[in-house]
């Protein structure tokens, strides 16, 4: 059984600063490819970040150079350090890994808002 935790999120003023943990179990870490995704009120889900077994990265242009994503395999974790946050990135984030079918999170809510 997959098992995806998120933490982290929390209410955040305009370019404040959060990071977002993901401790996964029931996979092998090392070589699974983590992502995290978001879903904004009244919109659908959509891809944040991603990151492979090889450290291979990827973004979505609207968090590109203001998120970064990294993993410590040691911890079977994920993070999502998020900076210069605006309104906009208001939403619940989850993390993502695909083992035989799609897992999910629970997902944690990060308000930006002053």
């Known amino acids: 059984q997959v098992q995806l935790v998120e933490s982290g999120g929390g209410l955040v003023q305009p370019g404040g600063s959060a990071r977002l943990s993901c401790v996964a179990s029931?996979?092998?870490?090392?070589?699974?490819?983590m992502a995290w995704y978001r879903q904004g009120p009244g919109k659908q889900r959509e891809f944040v970040a991603s990151?492979?077994?090889?450290?291979?990265?990827k973004y979505d242009a609207s968090v590109n150079r203001r998120f970064t994503i990294s993993r410590d395999n040691a911890k079977n974790t994920v993070y999502l350090q998020m900076n210069s946050l605006k309104p906009e990135d208001t939403a619940v984030y989850y993390c993502?890994?695909?083992?035989?079918?799609?897992?999910w999170g629970q997902g944690t809510q990060v308000t930006v808002s002053s």
């Open positions: 990151i492979r077994g090889n450290n291979e990265i």
């Open positions: 993502y890994n695909y083992f035989g079918r799609p897992w």
């Open positions: 029931g996979i092998n870490f090392n070589g699974a490819e």
